[in-house]
């Protein structure tokens, strides 16, 4: 961590509007987690106290967050400013995981007529409805 940015007084963690004055006209700071280890990393918080209260609680950040100065740097050094009328950064239904039996798709299959059948589901209830498509089309059938 950069000690360069840090002030020397330390604003109080209750106060959300610290800083608001380096902000450039009609946007609002923006505090992301960026510990990998940590289970909310990538997940942005609005408000500073609520993101410092996550630095207290959260275990993965007890090693590094110990104290009020160490918390203000972690601050200092993640936050971002944006605006905010923008919309969330990722989809509603992402789910960042590695295992794609996690990730939710919506599909669509051609079947044998030419109709595009729209669906959800895993990599696998995907490849099953491939599968099965294929199948139908080999016996005749047009359904999934």
């Not at 160490?70 to 905010?84: G, K, Q, V």
């Amino acid at each position: 961590m950069d000690s360069s940015n840090l002030n020397t007084s330390i604003p109080s963690e209750f106060d959300d509007e610290a800083d608001d004055a380096l902000l450039p006209l009609g946007e609002v700071w923006a505090y992301p987690c960026k510990l990998t280890s940590c289970p909310y990393n990538g997940r942005s918080w609005q408000l500073r106290s609520q993101f410092l209260l996550h630095l207290q609680e959260q275990d993965a950040h007890q090693a590094h967050a110990v104290t009020a100065v160490a918390r203000r740097a972690i601050e200092l050094e993640w936050r971002y400013s944006t605006d905010p009328n923008l919309p969330p950064r990722r989809a509603p239904h992402f789910r960042p995981r590695t295992d794609s039996e996690e990730q939710v798709w919506t599909y669509g299959i051609k079947d044998g007529a030419g109709n595009i059948i729209n669906r959800t589901g895993t990599q696998r209830q995907m490849e099953q409805d491939l599968a099965r498509l294929r199948n139908s089309e080999s016996i005749g059938e047009t359904t999934v």
